[in-house]
């Protein structure tokens, strides 16, 4: 018997690191495509870093969105995909106001390199987006935590 529970809680952990995992590798790459963007706009346009901020902020909201969707929580309902992607947008614009506020306090008032503000910054609303994500937006996929 106790070997039996073990094996089942060892599962479950597995289960759960596997889907932390690809939360992670979803934000991941969504941060990769921020700081690409950031780096173009700022290292080849010649723009400030505020606008490097939201076009990566606004192209990796549609990839990432997708790959939470389907590939994190293994939610492929179409029917919910309108109400989720608003819920989804809210959220993202309540991190762009964010990711603008950290990255100005941290570049102006620290005086952090953009790049490392940035990285910092995706770090700290990762945190919160993914609560958000988690208990509201996929709330009840089939792999949420807490469903």
Known sequence: MWYDISMVSLLISRQRLWFLLRYALSGGTGAIIQLLV??????????????????????????????????????????????????????????????????????????FYYLLAHTLTIGIVAVGSFLVNNYVIFHGSRESIGS
């Open 38 to 111: 950031d780096v173009l706009a700022v290292e080849v346009l010649g723009l400030h870093y505020q606008w490097g901020v939201v076009s990566g902020f606004l192209l990796a909201l549609v990839v990432v969105f997708s790959l939470q969707k389907y590939w994190t929580f293994k939610e492929y309902t179409r029917k919910h995909i309108p109400r989720q992607f608003s819920l989804y947008t809210l959220t993202a614009v309540g991190s762009l106001i964010a990711n603008s506020v950290f990255m100005h306090v941290f570049v102006e008032y620290v005086g």
